[in-house]
T-cell receptor, first 114, second 114 residues
């Protein structure tokens, strides 16, 4: 079937390696950032988030780093597993009058070889 | 279980026909969203609704229409005016006011125009 990952930047790693997926965001007013994972044919799933008053946040096997100076976000996955193979999207949130609007990046496909 | 349900999962349409995609959520979220996903282009916002009986155009609203008569439901109609409707459509919901901005996604509906 049609692949959501067609023409996306792709990162290929071996099982057990650490993976780093990068994202540049556009709006310096963004106050909240999220990484989503999307497997083929499914909806995106929340991985980890970070607020703009932080520069690092850790979860289980994942770490998000935020560099506001250069408007850069990265997702680090430790000990990458074949089940991590998916498309990863970063999203930036801007709060306007209490409401939130998420803008998504184009995504990066992660391919993990056993 | 709480979540977002999209139906149908796959839909085929002839050119010139309107088609309606269903989205229902039982998360008690105020805000609901429709995104379109094409290969290599990430998620693009079609319409969003922050509250019942109110909705706003997103970045690519032309050729689409929505309604928000109930908090739980946000159906999307793809009209014959949409010139390239074949895509993967994702519905999402969130708590807009005072929330983090995190979106919860459905599993998507894939529309193919024959």
């Amino acid at each position: 079937g049609e692949s959501v990952g067609l023409h996306l930047p792709t990162l290929s790693v071996q099982e057990g390696d650490n993976s780093i997926i990068n994202c540049a965001y556009s709006n310096s007013a963004s106050d909240y950032f999220i990484w989503y994972k999307q497997e083929s044919g499914k909806g995106p799933q929340f991985i980890i988030d970070i607020r703009s008053n932080m520069d690092k946040r850790q979860g289980q096997r994942v770490t998000v780093l935020l560099n506001k100076t250069v408007k850069h976000l990265s997702l680090q996955i430790a000990a990458t597993q074949p089940g991590d193979s998916a498309v990863y999207f970063c999203a930036e949130n801007i709060s306007l009058r209490g409401y939130s609007t998420l803008t998504f990046g184009k995504g990066t496909m992660l391919l993990v070889s056993p | 279980d709480g979540g977002i349900t999209q139906s149908p999962k796959y839909l085929f349409r002839k050119e010139g026909q309107n088609v309606t995609l269903s989205c229902e959520q039982n998360l008690n979220h105020d805000a609901m969203y429709w995104y379109r996903q094409d290969p290599g282009q990430g998620l693009r916002l079609i319409y969003y609704s922050q509250i019942v009986n109110d909705f706003q155009k997103g970045d690519i609203a032309e050729g689409y229409s929505v309604s928000r008569e109930k908090k739980e439901s946000f159906p999307l109609t793809v009209t014959s005016a949409q010139k390239n409707p074949t895509a993967f459509y994702l519905c999402a919901s969130s708590i807009p006011l005072g929330g983090t901005g995190e979106l919860f996604f459905g599993e998507g509906s894939r529309l193919t125009v024959l």
